[in-house]
């Protein structure tokens, strides 16, 4: 967070100085991220191979955790802070980018049956939901999860959910999937429902790096919910986990 933007050669060149031992990661990173641009020109499809890469060798560290340590307390992180701010088992919740059920399989079993919706554009990583699912023993809660291309929700119905949750998909979509979300979320939104997301916030110039980590403007984020008839509050209270993305919550305006 912050000013730094991290895709400038000066930041890089820094890092790299204070980190050696990540450099040869990064370059091999940068080298297949290369090619699978190469490849697949919009991002849908590019992240879509970037997570078959990823999930191909561990599902856990596909969405982000560096340990299943870690991926348990990043699931259970985000449960905990939705039940302070209200969650009921009787909800109805999306989940956007459920990878393999990283916090989804606690969100399914709090639920009632049938009161959970996740959706991602991986093909692979829901197959690893799948075995999320029979591992935890929660096949009777039945979940729907949903293989998508883009973030119109076309196949949702009318004002459903009443919690929509995101987390680590916009720090890695570029602002123009986001405004697409943004524009659809307020149809399947029950009108009291919230829509929770995490990004990657700077003060800075906003910018990517691989076009993987976008970083972004609280102000940015805030105005797009706005221009499509939303509200946006910026979450303080999350900032106090451990955790590097800030949280913006929606609801229809007024």
Same mark, same amino acid.
Not at 22 to 37: E, G, Q
């Given at each position: 967070?912050?000013? %730094?933007?991290?895709?400038?050669?000066?930041?890089?060149?820094?890092?790299? $100085?204070?980190?050696?031992? %990540?450099?040869?990661?990064?370059?091999?990173?940068?080298?297949?991220?290369?090619?699978?641009?190469?490849?697949?020109?919009?991002?849908?499809?590019?992240?879509?191979?970037?997570?078959?890469?990823?999930?191909?060798?561990?599902?856990?560290?596909?969405?982000?955790?560096?340990?299943?340590?870690?991926?348990?307390?990043?699931?259970?992180?985000?449960? +905990?802070?939705?039940?302070?701010?209200?969650? %009921?088992?009787?909800?109805?919740?999306?989940?956007?980018?459920?990878?393999?059920?990283?916090?989804?399989?606690?969100?399914?079993?709090?639920? +009632?049956?049938?009161?959970?919706?996740?959706?991602?554009?991986?093909?692979?990583?829901?197959?690893?939901?799948?075995?999320?699912?029979?591992?935890?023993?929660?096949?009777?809660?039945?979940?729907?999860?949903?293989? $998508?291309?883009?973030? %119109?929700?076309?196949?949702?119905?009318? +004002?459903?959910?009443?919690?929509?949750?995101?987390?680590?998909?916009?720090?890695?979509?570029?602002?123009?999937?986001?405004?697409?979300?943004?524009?659809?979320?307020?149809?399947?939104?029950?009108?009291?429902?919230?829509?929770?997301?995490?990004?990657?916030?700077? +003060?800075?110039?906003?910018?990517?790096?691989?076009?993987?980590?976008?970083?972004?403007?609280?102000?940015?984020?805030?105005?797009?919910?706005?221009?499509?008839?939303?509200?946006?509050?910026?979450?303080?209270?999350?900032?106090?986990?451990?955790?590097?993305?800030?949280?913006?919550?929606?609801?229809?305006?007024?």
């Amino acid at each position: 967070m912050g000013a %730094k933007n991290r895709s400038s050669l000066l930041y890089k060149a820094g890092y790299a $100085v204070r980190n050696p031992a %990540k450099v040869p990661p990064y370059l091999r990173r940068m080298a297949r991220d290369t090619w699978l641009r190469v490849k697949n020109p919009d991002h849908v499809s590019y992240y879509r191979a970037v997570m078959r890469s990823d999930a191909a060798r561990n599902p856990e560290a596909a969405v982000g955790s560096r340990s299943h340590d870690r991926w348990l307390a990043l699931g259970k992180m985000q449960f +905990e802070y939705l039940l302070e701010h209200g969650l %009921k088992p009787q909800d109805r919740m999306l989940e956007i980018g459920c990878g393999n059920l990283r916090a989804g399989w606690r969100f399914i079993d709090y639920l +009632e049956p049938g009161n959970y919706y996740g959706i991602d554009i991986s093909p692979d990583i829901l197959l690893a939901a799948q075995r999320t699912l029979a591992e935890r023993e929660i096949r009777h809660k039945l979940p729907r999860l949903t293989l $998508v291309q883009d973030l %119109k929700l076309e196949f949702l119905p009318d +004002e459903h959910f009443t919690v929509v949750h995101a987390h680590s998909v916009f720090s890695h979509t570029p602002i123009a999937i986001i405004d697409e979300c943004l524009a659809h979320v307020g149809r399947v939104l029950h009108p009291d429902g919230f829509f929770d997301f995490t990004f990657d916030r700077t +003060e800075g110039k906003e910018h990517q790096v691989l076009r993987e980590d976008f970083y972004y403007r609280t102000e940015t984020l805030i105005e797009l919910a706005a221009k499509h008839g939303l509200s946006g509050a910026f979450m303080e209270d999350w900032e106090t986990r451990p955790h590097g993305q800030s949280k913006i919550r929606i609801r229809h305006s007024g």
